[in-house]
């Protein structure tokens, strides 16, 4: 299992970014996909994550602000980030979790967001 994860970087407060990851090395489609960020001194929590069939889960803290989606296609999964503050600041990683609940992290990718 693979994952790319892709598209951080330094933005302010207000824009907009978005993440991608591309999984490889799976049949994607029976995997739980999800996006997850850690802040300097926190611990990592979850910001999105998506099922086929099922709806989006977000965190309070990005509702209305963040949207994730899932090609199956492209076997990517990302995330849309509008309205970044600077308590978005963190590096995010993409995960998969497969039927048994084995999880698979990619590397992280640094997400700024400066006031």
């Known amino acids: 299992v693979q994952l790319q994860a892709s598209g951080g970087g330094l933005v302010k407060a207000g824009g907009s970014l978005r993440l991608a990851c591309r999984a490889s090395?799976?049949?994607?489609?029976?995997?739980?996909m999800g996006w997850y960020r850690q802040a300097p001194g926190e611990q990592r929590e979850l910001v999105a994550r998506?099922?086929?069939?099922?709806?989006?889960n977000y965190v309070d803290s990005v509702k209305g602000r963040f949207t994730i989606s899932r090609d199956s296609a492209k076997n990517t999964v990302d995330l849309q980030m509008n309205s970044l503050k600077p308590e978005d600041t963190a590096v995010y990683y993409c995960?998969?979790?497969?039927?048994?609940?084995?999880?698979?992290w990619g590397q992280g990718t640094q997400v700024t967001v400066s006031s």
């Open positions: 090395g799976i049949a994607f489609d029976d995997y739980a």
């Open positions: 998506v099922i086929i069939g099922g709806s989006p």
């Open positions: 995960k998969a979790v497969d039927s048994r609940f084995r999880p698979y």
